[in-house]
């Protein structure tokens, strides 16, 4: 067999040749953005050739604080094609968090956003790797900074070189972006991804066992370009020459839906949160989105009242996912084999609940207390994976020993496995609730609790009990219309019969918003927090 290098720039290639009237549409702070790939690729390969006159070389880190749109994509090949490493960052993450990283990381220039400049601004002094950075606007003049030396995007594209070459001696092993974790304690962790795994992991993409994009998709990523690579759709959806729609800075649940409705999208992605808001939207509103052929839900559980009103009421095939940073992501989907086609669709429904089958490529084993666990979908552990795109190692980090044990990836989740091959994700390790000596899931009681049609948000954590060392406190989030109109007792009458008398919340708080996580999810350490001195209180 021929050894072939499985790098970037045949993606970029392919787009260019194959499908050069393709459309990208891009949202701008200004107003919408369209053009083709065969445009694309030129400014992309302008940008290229623009980086290595401010001096960037093979294995240099280049940062980006962007949003999604077309300027990002066009850093998103235009920085590893020429050999360079792309590090996306995470932009709301905290100062001390970003400042970190970008030290950390090394990187030597980087790209911003105009409405971003006050976040770099401000720790500027902070950055000695930094050389240049280079300002992202619908216009080629600087908008008004302290920042030096800094550049107009747009302004030194005019300079740059559409017919750029890329080296043809990349090694497929070599970096070609990375991304950090949104820490809940401690400093965030740098994961590498190689184009030999960006490329394996976008051919994942275009199963149709998995996310099934193809070049007749027009693809929303909601998840953003500076959480693990919007997922991997960018990369695969030029590779495949798929329509790509961009939702541009800050979208709203409504921008969401009017992007879906205008522009005909057949795929979006996004975090539970984001389709918790987006149905609400859809309540509301008589907007048309029979475009969608699916929506791709990962980063957390969803509530499976979710998935309900996605499939039943709206129409819409909801896919749920599971991976993390250090997956690529996509590690597990949940589709429906041929013979359960024949289920009635509560039973659909209970599968579909579920993180899913190991997509192929990668391995899996879920680890109990005395070894792998039994296929019974009760028996919990904590799910590990090894494969082409999951990571074996974190970036100069001595807490690389801590999840890579003996060629594994231990990712610090505990799921169960049915018979059937199909995950659930009870929990993090660090937020299940540990109650008299027994696990109780908080996933669990959540999603059932967000079953409720008053329920928007639920949020379950552990606090301390001065005898059973934790109980669950349900934080709840009512949806408008229904505030001062529940009470708690009929919120945990909705758990009674469906769980252990123990696994019942003790208490039920009602709050105005759940604190959340850099990328969506809840942040449960914050409510935890809040409420350590919960029972000392109570007692008062």
């Not at 067999?1 to 009237?21: I, Y």
């Not at 599968?351 to 019974?376: F, N």
């Not at 350490?525 to 409420?531: T, V």
Request: net charge negative; hydrophobic share 40%; with cysteine.
């Amino acid at each position: 067999m021929m050894q072939v290098p499985l790098t970037l720039p045949s993606f970029l290639f392919r787009a260019e040749t194959l499908f050069p009237k393709k459309e990208i549409i891009s949202r701008t702070k200004h107003g919408m953005f369209r053009y083709t790939y065969r445009e694309y690729a030129k400014r992309t390969r302008q940008l290229s050739s623009i980086l290595r006159k401010l001096g960037v070389k093979r294995g240099d880190h280049v940062g980006t604080l962007a949003w999604n749109d077309h300027r990002h994509l066009e850093a998103y090949f235009a920085i590893p094609c020429m050999g360079a490493v792309l590090h996306t960052i995470n932009l709301r993450l905290s100062r001390e968090h970003i400042r970190y990283i970008i030290n950390h990381a090394g990187d030597k220039i980087l790209i911003i956003d105009e409405d971003l400049i006050p976040i770099i601004e401000s720790m500027q002094s902070e950055l000695p790797t930094v050389d240049a950075y280079i300002i992202l606007s619908d216009l080629d003049t600087i908008p008004a900074t302290t920042l030096h030396p800094v550049y107009s995007y747009e302004a030194l594209l005019k300079e740059g070189d559409p017919d750029f070459l890329y080296p043809d001696d990349l090694d497929e092993n070599a970096p070609l972006g990375m991304c950090y974790t949104s820490a809940t304690t401690g400093n965030p962790k740098g994961v590498i991804y190689s184009h030999r795994g960006i490329y394996l992991h976008s051919m994942c993409l275009g199963l149709v066992d998995s996310c099934g994009i193809s070049e007749t998709d027009s693809i929303l990523p909601v998840v953003p370009m500076f959480h693990v690579n919007a997922w991997g759709m960018p990369f695969a959806s030029v590779w495949f020459g798929a329509r790509q729609v961009l939702p541009g800075p800050a979208p709203t649940p409504t921008i969401l839906v009017e992007l879906i409705a205008r522009e005909h999208v057949t795929v979006a992605a996004g975090v539970p949160t984001v389709w918790l808001g987006v149905a609400q939207v859809l309540e509301q509103t008589n907007a048309d989105i029979s475009s969608l052929r699916a929506i791709l839900c990962g980063g957390s559980a969803a509530p499976r009242a979710l998935i309900e009103t996605f499939e039943q009421k709206f129409g819409i095939p909801f896919i749920h996912a599971y991976g993390m940073t250090e997956t690529t992501p996509v590690a597990l989907v949940s589709r429906l084999k041929s013979y359960h086609q024949t289920l009635t669709d509560s039973q659909k429904l209970d599968i579909r609940s579920k993180q899913g089958l190991l997509v192929p490529g990668i391995e899996m084993k879920i680890l109990g207390k005395s070894g792998a666990v039994k296929w019974d979908g009760q028996e919990m552990g904590e799910l590990c994976f090894r494969g082409n795109w999951i990571a074996d190692a974190y970036y100069q980090d001595d807490r690389s020993q801590d999840a890579f044990v003996d060629g594994w990836l231990h990712t610090g989740d505990i799921g169960t496995i049915d018979e059937e091959g199909y995950v659930k994700i009870m929990d993090r390790t660090k937020d299940l609730v540990k109650s008299g000596g027994e696990w109780i899931s908080t996933v669990e009681l959540e999603n059932t609790l967000m079953a409720h049609p008053a329920v928007f948000e639920a949020a379950v954590i552990g606090i301390p009990h001065p005898k059973w060392q934790e109980r669950p406190i349900a934080c709840v989030v009512l949806k408008e219309g229904f505030k001062n109109k529940v009470e708690k007792l009929e919120l945990l009458n909705v758990l009674q019969g469906k769980f252990a008398k123990w696994w019942i919340p003790d208490d039920v708080l009602f709050l105005e918003e759940i604190p959340k996580t850099s990328v969506g999810k809840f942040l449960k350490r914050a409510l935890r927090d809040q409420l350590r001195q919960y029972y000392d209180n109570s007692a008062e």
